[in-house]
C-alpha cells in the first residue's frame, strides 16, 4: 500500500515539475542558508579558541601601579611598585602553577646588514611555561642564565624571518642596543593574539640582563609586570585574592588605600571574546532558520493549491473507497518527497559553498556533522509540520461535494 501511494505521489509531483522545483527551492535555499552560516559561525568560534590556547590558559597580570606628578598621573606600570621578591612570594601561594615577572619594552635588533625592531621581553623561565610556548630549534634559557645576567635570546619566528632570513638563526649573534646577544632558540609559531598582535614578532631574554644590560631599572630588583598562572580555573578566584592580599601585605598598604598595583584577569578577557563569537554564531543560525520557516508557508501554499486543483480527484477516490486516513497519507507523502529531497539538496549546496568559501577566501569553516543533521531534521520537520493542514484538509473533504466540484 504505501509502495503504491509512493508512486502515486511521484507522479503527481512529476505531472508539475516547474510548481515542484519552485516549492522545494524553499527549502534548499533554508536548508543552505544554515549550513553556510553554522559553518561561517563555528568557524570564527574556533579561530577565536585556538587564538585563547595561544596566550596560556588561568592567566593573570599584575601590573605594576601608577604615579601622579603636578595632578597628571601616569598610566598602569609607570611607578616601579613591583619586584622579583613579589613573584618569589605569590608563587609559594596555594593555587599557583607558575609566576614570571617580566621587564618588556621595544628595541632594535641588528644581525650583519639586517635590522628589526621588535618586543623585547625579559623574564624567568617559567614564562615559557605559562604562556604554553614551545621551542622548535634549540634550547630554553634557565635559572642559571637569570642569576648570571648571561646573553642569550630565544627569538620568534617573525623575528627569525626578518632578521636572518632563510640562515638558521641558533648559535649565531645579534645586537640588542649595541650589546651583543647569543641566539640558543627559536620558539614555536603562535600567530596573533585577541589584539590583533603578532605573538611571534618577540625576543625572549633573562629577566637579570634585560634590566642590567637592555633597560635599566630605577629600583634593583624592580618589575613593571608579574604573570601568574593558576592551577586550574576553578582555583582562579581564590588565587585573585590571594594575590591582592598578599601585594597589599608587603606593599604596607593599610585598610582604605588603594592598590598601588592593578590586576587583570586575562582567561575572563578570552572568554568574553570566545562568548561573542558563539551569541554570533547562535544569531546567525537563528536568521538563516527563518529561510526554513518561508520554505515551509511555501510547501504548505502549493499543498493547499494542489487540493483545490485535485478536488475532485480527491471525491472519485472517497467514492470508490479510499477512507480519509488514505487521502491524508496521500497528501502528507507528497509534502514529506518535497521536504527531503529539498532538504538533500540544500545540504549539498550548503556544504559546497561553505568549502568553496573556505578555498577561495581562506576564511576559517567548520563542517559539524552533528550541525548539518540538525538542520536537516528541523528542515524536513518544517515542511511535514506545513505539509499536514493541506493535507487534513483534503482527507476531511465531504465526498459528494468533492465530485460536485468544477
Not at 628595541?107 to 615559557?128: A, D, K
Given at each position: 500500500?504505501?509502495?503504491?501511494?509512493?508512486?502515486?505521489?511521484?507522479?503527481?509531483?512529476?505531472?508539475?515539475?516547474?510548481?515542484?522545483?519552485?516549492?522545494?527551492?524553499?527549502?534548499?535555499?533554508?536548508?543552505?542558508?544554515?549550513?553556510?552560516?553554522?559553518?561561517?559561525?563555528?568557524?570564527?568560534?574556533?579561530?577565536?579558541?585556538?587564538?585563547?590556547?595561544?596566550?596560556?590558559?588561568?592567566?593573570?597580570?599584575?601590573?605594576?601601579?601608577?604615579?601622579?606628578?603636578?595632578?597628571?598621573?601616569?598610566?598602569?606600570?609607570?611607578?616601579?611598585?613591583?619586584?622579583?621578591?613579589?613573584?618569589?612570594?605569590?608563587?609559594?601561594?596555594?593555587?599557583?602553577?607558575?609566576?614570571?615577572?617580566?621587564?618588556?619594552?621595544?628595541?632594535?635588533?641588528?644581525?650583519?646588514?639586517?635590522?628589526?625592531?621588535?618586543?623585547?621581553?625579559?623574564?624567568?623561565?617559567?614564562?615559557?611555561?605559562?604562556?604554553?610556548?614551545?621551542?622548535?630549534?634549540?634550547?630554553?634559557?634557565?635559572?642559571?642564565?637569570?642569576?648570571?645576567?648571561?646573553?642569550?635570546?630565544?627569538?620568534?619566528?617573525?623575528?627569525?624571518?626578518?632578521?636572518?632570513?632563510?640562515?638558521?638563526?641558533?648559535?649565531?649573534?645579534?645586537?640588542?642596543?649595541?650589546?651583543?646577544?647569543?641566539?640558543?632558540?627559536?620558539?614555536?609559531?603562535?600567530?596573533?593574539?585577541?589584539?590583533?598582535?603578532?605573538?611571534?614578532?618577540?625576543?625572549?631574554?633573562?629577566?637579570?640582563?634585560?634590566?642590567?644590560?637592555?633597560?635599566?631599572?630605577?629600583?634593583?630588583?624592580?618589575?613593571?609586570?608579574?604573570?601568574?598562572?593558576?592551577?586550574?580555573?576553578?582555583?582562579?578566584?581564590?588565587?585573585?585574592?590571594?594575590?591582592?592580599?598578599?601585594?597589599?601585605?608587603?606593599?604596607?598598604?593599610?585598610?582604605?588605600?588603594?592598590?598601588?598595583?592593578?590586576?587583570?584577569?586575562?582567561?575572563a578577557a578570552a572568554e568574553s571574546e570566545a562568548e561573542t563569537t558563539r551569541t554570533m554564531s547562535i544569531l546567525l543560525g537563528a536568521i538563516a532558520s527563518i529561510s526554513l520557516l518561508v520554505g515551509g508557508i511555501g510547501i504548505m501554499n502549493i499543498m493547499l493549491v494542489s487540493v483545490t486543483e485535485r478536488t475532485r480527484e480527491i471525491g472519485i477516490r472517497m467514492a470508490i473507497g479510499a477512507r480519509q486516513k488514505d487521502i491524508l497519507t496521500q497528501f502528507l507523502l507528497e509534502a514529506v518527497?518535497?521536504?527531503?529531497?529539498?532538504?538533500?539538496?540544500?545540504?549539498?549546496?550548503?556544504?559546497?559553498?561553505?568549502?568553496?568559501?573556505?578555498?577561495?577566501?581562506?576564511?576559517?569553516?567548520?563542517?559539524?556533522?552533528?550541525?548539518?543533521?540538525?538542520?536537516?531534521?528541523?528542515?524536513?520537520?518544517?515542511?511535514?509540520?506545513?505539509?499536514?493542514?493541506?493535507?487534513?484538509?483534503?482527507?476531511?473533504?465531504?465526498?459528494?461535494?468533492?465530485?460536485?466540484?468544477?
Amino acid at each position: 500500500m504505501l509502495k503504491a501511494m509512493l508512486g502515486e505521489a511521484w507522479l503527481a509531483m512529476g505531472a508539475n515539475r516547474l510548481r515542484t522545483a519552485l516549492t522545494m527551492l524553499g527549502m534548499v535555499i533554508g536548508v543552505g542558508a544554515v549550513v553556510i552560516m553554522m559553518a561561517i559561525g563555528q568557524g570564527a568560534q574556533y579561530a577565536v579558541q585556538q587564538t585563547i590556547s595561544t596566550m596560556g590558559s588561568n592567566l593573570y597580570i599584575v601590573l605594576s601601579g601608577s604615579f601622579t606628578t603636578s595632578g597628571v598621573r601616569s598610566g598602569s606600570a609607570g611607578a616601579p611598585s613591583l619586584s622579583v621578591s613579589d613573584a618569589d612570594a605569590m608563587a609559594e601561594l596555594d593555587g599557583v602553577r607558575n609566576v614570571a615577572a617580566t621587564h618588556q619594552g621595544t628595541r632594535q635588533l641588528v644581525y650583519g646588514s639586517q635590522n628589526w625592531s621588535t618586543q623585547v621581553v625579559g623574564t624567568t623561565p617559567s614564562y615559557l611555561d605559562a604562556r604554553a610556548w614551545s621551542v622548535v630549534n634549540g634550547a630554553a634559557f634557565g635559572d642559571s642564565d637569570v642569576r648570571s645576567a648571561t646573553r642569550v635570546a630565544l627569538i620568534g619566528k617573525t623575528v627569525a624571518q626578518n632578521l636572518f632570513g632563510d640562515d638558521d638563526p641558533v648559535g649565531k649573534t645579534m645586537r640588542i642596543q649595541q650589546n651583543p646577544f647569543f641566539v640558543i632558540g627559536v620558539l614555536g609559531s603562535k600567530g596573533q593574539n585577541l589584539d590583533g598582535r603578532d605573538q611571534d614578532d618577540t625576543v625572549i631574554i633573562p629577566l637579570s640582563t634585560a634590566q642590567r644590560k637592555v633597560f635599566g631599572t630605577p629600583f634593583l630588583g624592580s618589575v613593571r609586570m608579574i604573570m601568574v598562572q593558576a592551577e586550574s580555573a576553578e582555583a582562579m578566584a581564590a588565587v585573585e585574592r590571594s594575590i591582592e592580599s598578599l601585594l597589599r601585605q608587603r606593599h604596607r598598604l593599610r585598610d582604605g588605600m588603594p592598590n598601588d598595583f592593578f590586576l587583570r584577569n586575562l582567561s575572563a578577557a578570552a572568554e568574553s571574546e570566545a562568548e561573542t563569537t558563539r551569541t554570533m554564531s547562535i544569531l546567525l543560525g537563528a536568521i538563516a532558520s527563518i529561510s526554513l520557516l518561508v520554505g515551509g508557508i511555501g510547501i504548505m501554499n502549493i499543498m493547499l493549491v494542489s487540493v483545490t486543483e485535485r478536488t475532485r480527484e480527491i471525491g472519485i477516490r472517497m467514492a470508490i473507497g479510499a477512507r480519509q486516513k488514505d487521502i491524508l497519507t496521500q497528501f502528507l507523502l507528497e509534502a514529506v518527497m518535497i521536504s527531503f529531497a529539498g532538504c538533500l539538496l540544500g545540504l549539498l549546496l550548503g556544504l559546497g559553498i561553505a568549502l568553496g568559501i573556505n578555498f577561495f577566501t581562506g576564511m576559517v569553516v567548520v563542517i559539524s556533522g552533528s550541525a548539518a543533521l540538525v538542520a536537516f531534521a528541523v528542515a524536513a520537520t518544517v515542511g511535514i509540520f506545513f505539509g499536514w493542514y493541506p493535507a487534513r484538509k483534503a482527507a476531511q473533504l465531504d465526498p459528494i461535494e468533492a465530485l460536485r466540484y468544477q
